[in-house]
């Protein structure tokens, strides 16, 4: 099982466990998934839609990011999305 944090347009975000992270990318995120590091760390990700246009808006991430439509936090190991800790989580 794969632990990762939903974040829903209008929803606080909320933990969830998938069979795989590309089970996860296919039931949570609209059209292909991207992987960007948006945080202060290499080890935490986000997997969101790579063409967000016509999507609700989501969140403002930083200065330079905003998400559109579903999002995943995930762990990142080697540049891919992989299961969180129950600590990142």
Known sequence: MVRLLVIEPGYCPYTASFTSVEAAKQETIQGEA???LPFDTPK?????SLHSSGMKYNR???????IYGR????????????????EQA
């Open 34 to 36: 991207q992987l960007i």
């Open 44 to 48: 935490i990700g986000l997997l969101c």
């Open 60 to 66: 403002q991430i930083s200065e330079d990011t905003t």
């Open 71 to 86: 999002c995943l936090v995930c762990g990142v190991s080697d540049s891919k999305a992989i299961s969180l800790t129950r």
